[in-house]
């Protein structure tokens, strides 16, 4: 089952910065940059994007589980932050992804029931989780 409609589409500005465009006229294209001294650090990178992608795929699973339950997480929110470490080869590779969602919710049996089961239901950190194929082909045009 493929869910996405589209591409994304990936386009070098100048220097390090590059325009992400998600195929769609509904979502604004967005910028990312590495951070200096390669890039401005203008821009988040993809180290920050997929740190925003595993953040916001599980608060939505969490949301999405709490609304079900009738439980109020209108103030859901949570801190994320990764970890790179040089691997044998030398190069810098994110070794972890420390996830803190704060919810506001007392203890009760349907918060407890989420909260042991919203994780299965982030695609992308469990995909994440169990290692993802890249397939990579590069070309001239």
């Known amino acids: 089952?493929?869910?996405?409609?589209?591409?994304?589409?990936?386009?070098?500005?100048?220097?390090?910065?590059?325009?992400?465009?998600?195929?769609s006229n509904k979502i604004e294209d967005i910028h990312?940059?590495?951070?200096?001294?390669?890039?401005?650090?203008?821009?988040?990178?993809?180290?920050?994007?997929?740190?925003?992608?595993?953040?916001?795929?599980?608060?939505?699973?969490?949301?999405?589980?709490?609304?079900?339950?009738?439980?109020?997480?209108?103030?859901?929110?949570?801190?994320?932050?990764?970890?790179?470490?040089?691997n044998d080869d030398n190069k810098i590779r994110i070794t972890g992804i420390d996830v803190h969602i704060v919810h506001g919710i007392d203890d009760c049996p349907k918060l407890l029931h989420c909260l042991d089961v919203f994780e299965d239901y982030c695609t992308v950190s469990r995909s994440i989780a169990e290692g993802i194929k890249v397939s990579v082909i590069t070309s001239k045009d």
């Open 32 to 86: 990312m940059d590495e951070p200096e001294p390669l890039g401005t650090g203008n821009f988040p990178n993809a180290g920050k994007l997929l740190a925003a992608a595993v953040g916001n795929c599980l608060c939505a699973s969490l949301t999405f589980c709490l609304e079900k339950s009738r439980l109020d997480c209108s103030n859901i929110c949570a801190e994320v932050m990764t970890h790179a470490e040089r």
């Open 1 to 23: 089952m493929n869910s996405e409609k589209g591409p994304v589409v990936i386009s070098r500005e100048e220097g390090y910065r590059f325009r992400i465009s998600f195929s």
